[in-house]
């Protein structure tokens, strides 16, 4: 099965910064990755789709990349709300994998 | 607006069974196929079952396999999991999920997700 790798585990960052976040998979997915934002207390929410296509209401300032095994979430100038955990997850073929998430703490 | 809500959690003694339940409102249920995902506590998140919109085809996590069954009720818009032998592992928050990719592609894209329901095996 296809292992989904995200790094770092936790990150702090102040608001107004930039941030990155990486999703590796084991094995080729081409752009079949998704990414969800999960806040404290809430479910996850549907961010980015096929490695780079924001989802309906997401702000721009979410911007996915990557293509192949390597995937990018970055988040430009992030606000207080975006503290949260961020999970990739490959989209196509069971099992549908989930990586470890990405806890972004805001300073 | 589309809702998922989620019922049938609690506490479970090891090896019983439990059914969880996710009525969906909003969208037509037929049109799309639906999946469950748990989240241990402070862990992450666990794909764990997925059914097409018809209830002809479904998937299962390995560790999963033989003991859960997802089915699903278009006529009431509702989708299940029924659970058999539950071990101490599969302790977690339940999550229906709305599928607007498409499993028979081997699409799975989770667009909706419900409020998830705990359920805890435990003696």
């Known amino acids: 099965n296809i292992v989904m790798t995200q790094s770092p585990k936790s990150m702090s960052i102040s608001v107004g910064d930039r941030v990155t976040m990486n999703c590796k998979a084991s094995?080729?997915?081409?752009?079949?990755i998704a990414w969800y934002q999960q806040k404290p207390g809430q479910s996850p929410k549907l961010l980015i789709y096929?490695?780079?296509n924001r989802y309906t209401g997401v702000p721009d300032r979410f911007t996915g990349g990557g293509y192949g095994t390597d995937f990018t979430l970055t988040i430009n100038s992030v606000q207080a709300e975006d503290a949260a955990f961020y999970y990739c997850?490959?989209?196509?073929?069971?099992?549908?994998?989930f990586g470890g998430g990405t806890k972004l703490e805001l300073k | 607006e589309v809702q998922l809500v989620e019922s049938g959690g609690g506490l479970v003694q090891p090896g019983r069974s439990m059914k969880l339940s996710c009525a969906a409102s909003?969208?037509?249920?037929?049109?799309?196929?639906m999946a469950w995902v748990r989240q241990a506590p402070t862990k992450g998140l666990e794909w764990v079952a997925t059914?097409?919109?018809?209830?002809?085809?479904?998937y299962y996590r390995d560790s999963v396999k033989g003991r859960f069954t997802i089915s699903r009720d278009n006529a009431k818009s509702t989708l299940y999991l029924q659970m058999n032998s539950l071990r101490s592992e599969d302790t977690a928050t339940y999550y229906c999920?709305?599928?607007?990719?498409?499993?028979?592609?081997?699409?799975?894209?989770?667009?909706?997700w419900g409020q998830g329901v705990m359920v805890t095996v435990s003696s």
């Open positions: 909003g969208f037509t249920f037929s049109n799309y196929g």
């Open positions: 999920t709305r599928d607007s990719g498409d499993v028979y592609y081997g699409l799975l894209l989770q667009d909706y």
């Open positions: 997850q490959r989209i196509y073929n069971s099992p549908w994998t």
């Open positions: 059914i097409s919109y018809d209830g002809s085809s479904t």
């Open positions: 094995q080729n997915v081409g752009n079949n």
């Open positions: 096929y490695a780079s």
